[in-house]
Structures are given as C-alpha cells and as structure tokens.
Nanobody, 114 residues
C-alpha cells in the first residue's frame, strides 16, 4: 500500500473532521497531493491540492472551510474540514503524483447528517 487515507466518519452539520493521507514506499514526502470526493450518484470532484512547494488550491465549494497541509516527516497530507455541511457527504480519496503517474489511496467516507 503506497497511499492510505483515513479519518472519515459521521458528524453533524457545523462540526469538523481531519482526514489523513499517509504515503509510503516510493512516494516522496513532497509529492503533489490532492483530495477528491465522490458523492452518491455524482461524479468525482476536485477538493484541494498541495504542491511540492507548499502552494495550495481549493474548490470554490470548500474555500474558507477546508485546509490542506503537509507533514514532511510523517509523509502525510491532511485535510482539515470545518463547518461541514450535508452536501460535503462523500467518499474522500487522496492521490499523489509521481513522475506524471497518479497513485490513489482507498477512499474514506464522510457523512454529514443531523
């Protein structure tokens, strides 16, 4: 396993969750890494990414609520999700790009419901 996503769960609207994407093996700790999500019955959509230089980018739907960060020593990328909404419910997956190849981790389910 080269990429492991974790941290999903069931939360109420307005609450927070932090997802983790841990890399191993040949994936460098500074690889361009992104989070995507797929809600039931919908196409997968981009959520956030962090470049090797630390530049971040977000989908408009999560700007100001989600934050992506990286711990180089732990080879882990985090997605801090605040002020969660029911429409954030989805399976969240991370992908790391190495030499133009995307390495996907398994998804983690986030459910936002009262």
């Amino acid at each position: 396993v080269q990429l492991q996503a974790s941290g999903g769960g069931l939360v109420q609207p307005g609450e927070s969750l932090r997802l983790s994407c841990a890399a191993s093996g040949s994936i460098p700790s500074s690889a361009l890494t992104a989070w995507y999500r797929q809600a039931p019955g919908k196409q997968r959509e981009f959520v956030a990414r962090i470049t090797p230089g630390g530049t971040t980018d977000y989908a408009d739907s999560v700007k100001g609520r989600f934050s992506i960060s990286r711990d180089i020593a732990k080879k882990t990328v985090y997605l801090q999700m605040n002020s969660l909404r029911p429409e954030d419910t989805a399976v969240y997956s991370c992908v790391a790009y190495v030499g133009g190849t995307g390495f996907w981790g398994q998804g983690t389910l986030v459910t936002v419901s009262s």
